[in-house]
């Protein structure tokens, strides 16, 4: 596509979590390291909050890939699960053999006997569960039934839970509410700073190999934030449709027009981009640009 003609290795602005882009912005890495402190800790319930596409997937790869040696990660990316079928996926992450016709004694027992043996060797259990808003209220209460399985020392195993803020308000119900007391540590992860998205792009561009001087123009940057609001996901989107423009255009910089065709076909953007650009003649020309551009 357009990699070769911007010095690229790679395409820069993927929507697919990627840790090799983490972007270590303020709220970010606070909310690493506080993911890193309290595992750490041994505390038994982590909670991470955040809207749509502000990067709460790619924290929590981040965040598995850096606890390093002395734990073991289980990861369920989709816990719309009732409270037998994700004991399963555990016990499934945790590598345990199970009989085919296993009962819910059986389970437990055997997860039980697993984190138990992973802490003779030493080892942590991190359960991190990825749109822990659909969890059922049912499954809720079987995590922390879970977490009630301890040495004399410590928890054997501890939960991160990462979702959009509904999770909060089912976290508010009398029937979970002593999950929810067991919540030490918390963070809600926000959106981008207009400098912080400034870095953010030249970040992925560098990871990519852009070894040049600025692609991205102030302007078009201004209209990046306006557009998106800092959301990590909206800026990826429109920055990838951009720079599709400026390829298609023959340009070697994106400037603010490509920015706001870019935000014109992208779905949950702000409109102020609309009184940014205010040049109608503008955008009708990158429109050409842009179906120009995807026809090729």
Not at 88 to 99: H, K, M, Q, T, V
Not at 148 to 175: A, H, M, S
Not at 243 to 262: C, D, E, N, P, T
């Amino acid at each position: 596509m357009y990699a070769a003609h911007f010095g690229l290795r790679e395409l820069p602005f993927g929507i697919t979590p990627d840790t090799s882009f983490f972007f270590g912005s303020p709220r970010s890495q606070e909310a690493l390291n506080t993911l890193l402190v309290a595992t750490r800790g041994g505390e038994g319930f982590i909670k991470i909050t955040g809207e749509v596409g502000t990067g709460k997937t790619l924290l929590c790869r981040k965040f598995m890939a850096t606890l390093g040696p002395g734990f073991v990660t289980a990861y369920i990316p989709n816990p719309y699960l009732e409270p037998r079928t994700l004991m399963l996926a555990l016990a499934d992450e945790l590598e345990i053999a199970l009989a085919r016709d296993v009962d819910q004694h059986q389970l437990l027992k055997a997860i039980n006997l697993r984190l138990l043996h992973l802490a003779r060797q030493g080892q942590r259990v991190v359960l991190c569960l990825d749109e822990a808003q659909a969890i059922p209220v049912e499954s809720l209460e079987a995590l922390r039934l879970l977490t009630n399985l301890e040495t004399e020392k410590r928890k054997l195993l501890q939960i991160v839970l990462f979702g959009q803020p509904e999770l909060n308000r089912k976290l508010e119900l009398d029937t979970i509410r002593q999950l929810a007391q067991r919540i030490t540590f918390h963070y809600h992860l926000g959106p981008l700073s207009r400098d912080d998205l400034d870095f953010y792009v030249a970040h992925r561009l560098r990871v990519a190999g852009f070894s040049g001087a600025r692609l991205f123009t102030g302007p078009a940057i201004r209209g990046l934030y306006q557009a998106s609001g800092g959301v990590p996901r909206l800026v990826n989107i429109m920055a990838h449709k951009a720079l599709m423009l400026s390829y298609g255009q023959g340009q070697q910089q994106v400037v603010k027009s490509h920015v706001a065709i870019a935000a014109r076909d992208t779905i949950g953007v702000t409109r102020t981009i609309w009184t940014w650009l205010g040049a109608g003649a503008v955008v009708a020309g990158a429109a050409a640009g842009l179906a120009w551009t995807f026809a090729r």
